[in-house]
């Protein structure tokens, strides 16, 4: 498994592909914190808070993780090397952790670059320091786990069709639905207590949630079973091409 995740991580950072994908990220984020005028821009604002980093960065993730994943499996499927893969000594479910551990790998280098909007931001601050660090780092690993999950969506879609454009559309809907679909669904009029728990069903009130800086287990366990989730989709759809 860990050859196969270096070959993974490899085809990323070899290729132009990890490098395009981390500075389309970091370029497009920070045009709209620092640059373009508008309730986003950090030096508009007059404070010191990164919160329109987090407030954007999961929407730049939601097409970005998808251009990035959608040719793990359709590529595979449509040149015939998925074939080739199985057959050698690793199960479904390690095939589909490494590609999905390498998708996260990336997904770190994309933010750890970030942290300098940290320092800049700190040191901005009037006084000097005058940033929520708690909530900021809270945030950080709230998009760390948003951009995990993210991931395995990306991966589940990518193992369904040979077409990596449909792989791509298909990750882009998921993500967006799981992400602010189920807070649309709760604002239909359902009784209070279904459409909180609707609610919770969405990525983003648990991303919210961890962003306020505080790591509440119901939110990180509700991450890990979704990205769980869609890994055992992975690995159903995989499995189905031997029925």
Same mark, same amino acid.
């Given at each position: 498994?860990? /050859? !196969?995740?270096?070959? #993974? +991580?490899? /085809?990323? !950072?070899?290729? &132009?592909?990890?490098?395009?994908?981390?500075? $389309?990220?970091l370029t497009s =984020?920070?045009?709209?914190?620092? $640059?373009?005028?508008? %309730?986003?821009?950090? =030096?508009d604002s007059g404070y010191s808070s990164l919160g329109s980093f987090f407030f954007i960065a999961p929407w730049v993730f939601l097409f970005l993780i998808p251009a990035i994943t959608?040719?793990?499996?359709? %590529?595979?499927m449509k040149t015939g090397t998925l074939e080739l893969l199985?057959?050698?000594?690793? /199960?479904?479910? #390690?095939?589909? &952790?490494?590609? *999905?551990?390498?998708?996260?790998?990336?997904v770190l280098f994309s933010l750890i670059p970030a942290i300098i909007y940290i320092y800049s931001v700190y040191e901005l601050g009037n006084p000097v320091g005058n940033l929520d660090l708690g909530a900021t780092w809270?945030?950080?690993?709230? &998009?760390?786990? !948003?951009?995990?999950?993210? $991931?395995a969506i990306g991966i589940f879609a990518s193992s $369904?069709? #040979?077409?990596?454009?449909?792989?791509? +559309?298909l990750a882009?809907? =998921?993500? *967006?639905? *799981?992400?602010?679909?189920f807070d649309s669904i709760a604002?239909?009029?359902?009784?209070?207590? !279904?459409e909180s728990l609707i609610i919770q069903l969405g990525i983003n009130e648990h991303y919210l949630s961890i962003s306020r800086g505080v790591i509440d287990s119901r939110d990180v366990i509700y991450f890990l079973s979704l990205i769980t989730f869609f890994i055992l989709l992975t690995r159903t759809k995989l499995s189905s091409r031997k029925w």
């Open positions: 498994m860990f /050859s !196969l995740l270096k070959k #993974e +991580i490899n /085809s990323f !950072l070899g290729s &132009l592909i990890g490098y395009i994908a981390i500075l $389309v990220f =984020l920070g045009l709209f914190i620092w $640059v373009f005028p508008g %309730d986003t821009n950090i =030096l959608m040719k793990s499996f359709a %590529d595979e199985i057959t050698k000594p690793l /199960s479904e479910i #390690e095939i589909i &952790l490494a590609k *999905f551990f390498a998708g996260v790998v990336l809270g945030s950080y690993i709230g &998009l760390l786990l !948003l951009g995990s999950a993210y $991931v $369904v069709t #040979e077409n990596q454009i449909i792989a791509f +559309i882009v809907f =998921l993500c *967006f639905f *799981f992400f602010v679909g604002g239909l009029g359902f009784p209070n207590f !279904l």
